[in-house]
């Protein structure tokens, strides 16, 4: 068992803090500015550009698909440094942790050649298109159809949903049905598509946070070129399931620091301001650190998750315990930040902020899988409960 | 970065959970017996702490009748680290020296009066009385925390064994007692100071290991009741309100794994250990206690009863969150080392 970094991660980790300090732009390492704001989105392309031209993009990637062949431990550190200095998440999230892994088990020479590069360097940013109105938690209920077309591709017909930054993504990947006739998990072929053409309309869906992430997308006779099937025509549900085996790994690393930032940020705030005349850490201290050691605890998990290369179940139960343990702590950083808006007689510079962080974490205990999905996948495959 | 267990700690775990399942009905002699004959109060020296968590956690798996964070993991730690600053420790048989007093002085709470130290001529005296004290029949000698009156901070006294009153235990497998330090005059050393540190570190480690432990088994229990139990027609494991009850009670169970892996990485490096261990003993202790509730829920009328074993496990837990440390006393702990944030 070790946590310490070997002298040559340490060094990396210096080189990588140094560069990160000497190009994050002013204004861009503390407040977080809303992924619907232009700015993030110009910003996150920029930064993806700049971080693969200094050899910091994709590092455990393999030097045949843009990145630099080094360890996890190496990618863990690049995450940790960028959190630590609260760069804002990236743009490009979904494709380099989750789809590029996918592409490179799953995908032809000639699409990894064409694919993976542009995840690196900023020009390809991607969005994922599985959930549909009649398929959420039920993923093999898509509707969506393929229709083959003269020249070996497909033409979409149907709608997606839920579909984060879709009016941000230049490509898709899909789950799409493209056999006519076939039910369940039969038939569901996993396709690229560009979002850039006639026969694809992306609205986006008002949340209760005020902003728009994600969207709803409808196809129309959209295309998906010769070479846009990932594996086997029908077979894409064996794809998609490796996609989601990734998601729940690296997706956790350096979330633990942002967070740690955020509860700093309040025992400050609780340490300087009163509440009937008692500083408000008398108050809150012991929930404050209850969360902290939750905090931790969540950091040692996911180290442990990533320690023991397991998939599948495993990452059912951290997804759980981030998604309860952030939902706890922002449900107290409101509580917080109210009282002692009302103790101040008027609203904290940052109450805004709290604010958006709260709403946000509401949508956690659905997104990327329900809860109750989460604790049935843990129930019947790592508890061996009856189905 | 590695955070798993290797090859030598998975064969020194099962060692432990070999040996203390067979020692699980045996009377307490034959328990302690069986632990010396093995090693196990060596095991901070010899194995580490890693080694020793997980003996802890195979502890409170099979509900040994011993207190074994106290007598195997706290005391022998806190003697041997007074060993590294200079103490000469009298000869004592090993798994006979346990802690006396660490709640009273830690917390200082339920209204209880710490132990006091007085300096003499020739060593110090110890007096006043202490409650409940988690120990076997067989000790020899406490390790006894103690303020001195001078400067009024905590420290740890080596104390002869003097006169001892049992006391009722909600928690049957270990022996409590009151404990009468009056009269014990010049017989008290003090130990060097890190020694109170290492006592409560590696006491909390192990209570959390314990803990670990104990939930991990009722986790199993309940879902061997569950795929078992029929109603309706079905094992009861089939319903959903019963699956998500066992998948929370293992995402406590993975959490608790994860902080008790980190407080003995951080007892194993050269980093300050406290931290990482009130992280987990706080965690642990009310992530246990909820185990506990599910499981109860899970097993139905026949967990509330003396003969099922749910009872036992449910009580260990009840009483190792509140030694070394209750969840609000490493909070309050944890709150201070939050350097830097003003």
């Given at each position: 068992m070790e946590l310490t970094d070997s002298a040559e991660l340490a060094a990396f980790r210096s080189r990588v803090a140094t560069w990160i300090a000497g190009h994050l732009p002013p204004g861009w390492d503390r407040h977080s500015v809303p992924t619907e704001d232009e700015r993030w989105a110009s910003f996150g392309r920029g930064w993806e550009r700049d971080l693969h031209a200094a050899n910091l993009n994709g590092v455990s990637w393999p030097a045949s698909a843009g990145g630099q062949g080094l360890t996890i431990d190496h990618e863990v550190v690049v995450l940790e440094e960028m959190a630590r200095a609260n760069v804002p998440e990236s743009i490009n999230n979904m494709a380099k942790t989750m789809f590029g892994p996918t592409l490179m088990d799953h995908g032809s020479d000639q699409q990894r050649k064409r694919y993976l590069p542009g995840i690196l360097d900023g020009t390809t940013v991607w969005c994922q298109g599985f959930s549909e109105p009649n398929a959420g938690s039920d993923l093999a209920g898509v509707e969506a159809r393929g229709e083959a077309a003269e020249d070996g591709g497909y033409r979409l017909y149907g709608q997606k949903?839920?579909?984060?930054?879709?009016?941000?993504?230049?490509?898709?990947?899909?789950?799409?049905?493209?056999?006519?006739?076939?039910?369940?998990h039969k038939g569901l072929s996993f396709v690229l598509l560009d979002m850039k053409q006639p026969g694809v309309e992306v609205r986006p869906i008002l949340q209760i946070d005020g902003l728009s992430e994600f969207n709803e997308v409808f196809f129309d006779g959209a295309l998906v070129a010769t070479n846009g099937l990932v594996g086997e025509p029908g077979e894409g549900w064996a794809v998609a399931m490796t996609m989601l085996g990734y998601e729940r790994g690296l997706a956790h690393v350096g979330r633990y620091l942002r967070?740690?930032?955020?509860?700093?940020?309040?025992?400050?705030?609780?340490?300087?301001?009163?509440?009937?005349g008692r500083p408000a850490i008398e108050a809150y201290g012991q929930r404050l650190m209850a969360v902290r050691a939750e905090i931790e605890v969540y950091r040692l998990a996911t180290y442990r998750l990533l320690s023991e290369q397991v998939s599948g179940p495993a990452g059912s139960v951290v997804k759980l315990f981030w998604t309860e343990m952030l939902q706890r702590m922002q449900a107290l950083a409101v509580e917080i930040v109210g009282e002692l808006n009302v103790a101040g007689g008027g609203p904290l510079p940052q109450a805004e902020v709290w604010e958006g962080r709260y709403l946000a974490?509401?949508?956690?205990?659905?997104?990327?899988?329900?809860?109750?999905?989460?604790?049935?996948?843990?129930?019947?495959?790592?508890?061996?409960l009856p189905r | 970065m590695?955070?798993?267990?290797?090859?030598?700690?998975?064969?020194?775990?099962?060692?432990?959970?070999?040996?203390?399942?067979?020692?699980?009905?045996?009377?307490?002699?034959?328990?302690?017996?069986?632990?010396?004959?093995?090693?196990?109060?060596?095991?901070?020296?010899?194995?580490?702490?890693?080694?020793?968590?997980?003996?802890?956690?195979?502890?409170?798996?099979?509900?040994?009748?011993?207190p074994f964070s106290e007598q195997a993991l706290a005391a022998p730690a806190a003697l041997a680290s007074a060993v590294s600053d200079g103490y000469s420790p009298p000869a004592t048989e090993p798994g006979r020296v346990a802690p006396a007093a660490v709640s009273a002085a830690v917390d200082g709470l339920r209204g209880r009066e710490p132990l006091r130290a007085a300096r003499l001529p020739a060593g110090w005296a110890v007096s006043g009385t202490a409650w409940p004290v988690v120990a076997t029949s067989g000790v020899?000698?406490?390790?006894?925390?103690?303020?001195?009156?001078?400067?009024?901070?905590?420290?740890?006294f080596a104390v002869p064994r003097g006169k001892v009153e049992a006391m009722s235990s909600l928690d049957p497998a270990v022996e409590v007692w009151r404990v009468d330090f009056e009269g014990v005059v010049a017989a008290a050393e003090r130990l060097p100071t890190?020694?109170?540190?290492?006592?409560?570190?590696?006491?909390?480690?192990?209570?959390?290991?314990?803990?670990?432990?104990?939930?991990?088994?009722?986790?199993?229990?309940?879902?061997e009741h569950a795929k078992q139990?029929?109603?309706?027609?079905?094992?009861?494991?089939?319903?959903?309100?019963?699956?998500?009850?066992?998948?929370?009670?293992?995402?406590?169970?993975?959490?608790?794994?994860?902080?008790?892996?980190?407080?003995?990485?951080?007892?194993?490096?050269?980093?300050?250990?406290?931290?990482?261990?009130?992280?987990?003993?706080?965690?642990?202790?009310?992530?246990?206690?909820?185990?506990?509730?599910?499981?109860?829920?899970?097993?139905?009328?026949?967990?509330?009863?003396?003969?099922?074993?749910?009872?036992?496990?449910?009580?260990?837990?009840?009483?190792?969150?509140?030694?070394?440390?209750?969840?609000?006393?490493?909070r309050a702990r944890l709150l201070a080392s939050v350097e830097g944030v003003t």
């Open positions: 949903i839920w579909t984060s930054l879709a009016h941000r993504a230049d490509w898709m990947f899909a789950l799409v049905r493209t056999e006519p006739g076939s039910a369940r967070f740690q930032s955020q509860l700093d940020d309040l025992v400050s705030l609780a340490r300087r301001l009163e509440v009937g974490s509401l949508s956690r205990s659905r997104a990327g899988g329900t809860s109750e999905i989460q604790r049935n996948i843990i129930a019947e495959r790592l508890l061996g | 590695q955070f798993a267990l290797n090859e030598d700690a998975r064969l020194a775990s099962a060692a432990a959970r070999d040996l203390f399942r067979e020692l699980g009905d045996a009377d307490r002699e034959a328990v302690a017996r069986g632990l010396k004959d093995g090693g196990w109060f060596d095991v901070t020296r010899d194995g580490g702490p890693i080694v020793g968590v997980l003996a802890a956690e195979q502890a409170g798996w099979s509900g040994l009748a011993f020899a000698q406490w390790l006894a925390v103690a303020t001195s009156a001078g400067s009024g901070e905590p420290c740890l890190r020694a109170l540190q290492s006592l409560v570190d590696w006491g909390a480690a192990g209570a959390a290991a314990e803990m670990l432990g104990a939930a991990q088994r009722l986790l199993e229990m309940s879902i139990r029929i109603q309706f027609g079905h094992p009861v494991g089939g319903f959903q309100a019963v699956k998500h009850h066992c998948a929370n009670m293992h995402v406590l169970v993975e959490a608790m794994r994860a902080s008790v892996w980190g407080a003995a990485e951080a007892l194993a490096s050269d980093s300050p250990p406290s931290e990482a261990v009130s992280v987990a003993k706080s965690y642990c202790g009310t992530a246990a206690k909820q185990v506990a509730k599910t499981s109860l829920q899970v097993h139905g009328g026949i967990g509330f009863t003396w003969e099922h074993p749910l009872h036992r496990h449910l009580k260990r837990i009840e009483r190792l969150t509140s030694e070394f440390g209750d969840a609000r006393w490493h």
